[in-house]
Nanobody, 121 residues
Framework: QVQLTESGGGLVQAGGSLRLSCLVS????????MGWFRQTPGKKREFVAA????????YYAESVKGRFTISRDEARNTVDLQMNTLELEDTAVYYC??????????????WGQGTQVTVSS
C-alpha cells in the first residue's frame, strides 16, 4: 500500500513561486513514474508534470514548460514540484501521483489527498 502526503500549497501572488512536496511511503511498484496533476471545479484532472524513477526523463504540460520543474529526492523519498512565475490559471488543487504509464494514470496509480494552490492578482 502506497501512501502519498502532499505539502507546500497555499496562497501566492501572480508572478510568485511555490514548492510542492509529496512524501512517498509504503511499498511502490518497481521503478514507478511519478507526477503531479491538478484539478479545478467542474473540470477534469489534468496532467502537469512527471518524472521517471531514474530522474533522467521528465515530462511537462505545455502550459507549465519553462516555469515548473519536477524533481525526485531519493534521500527524502519525495517528488517535488517547483512552481515559478505563477499565473492566475495555475490556481487548482494539485495531486501527487505514483505509478503512471508515461504521463497516463491507470487503475494502479496511487493518489495523494491534494493540496490547494491559489494564485491571486
Amino acid at each position: 500500500q502506497v501512501q502519498l502526503t502532499e505539502s507546500g500549497g497555499g496562497l501566492v501572488q501572480a508572478g510568485g513561486s511555490l514548492r510542492l512536496s509529496c512524501l512517498v511511503s509504503g511499498r511502490t511498484s518497481s521503478s514507478p513514474t511519478m507526477g503531479w496533476f491538478r484539478q479545478t471545479p467542474g473540470k477534469k484532472r489534468e496532467f502537469v508534470a512527471a518524472i521517471e524513477w531514474s530522474g533522467r526523463t521528465k515530462y511537462y504540460a505545455e502550459s507549465v514548460k519553462g516555469r515548473f520543474t519536477i524533481s525526485r529526492d531519493e534521500a527524502r523519498n519525495t517528488v517535488d514540484l517547483q512552481m515559478n512565475t505563477l499565473e492566475l490559471e495555475d490556481t487548482a488543487v494539485y495531486y501527487c501521483a505514483v505509478d503512471l504509464r508515461g504521463i497516463i494514470p491507470w487503475s494502479g496509480t496511487s493518489w495523494g489527498q491534494g493540496t490547494q494552490v491559489t494564485v491571486s492578482s
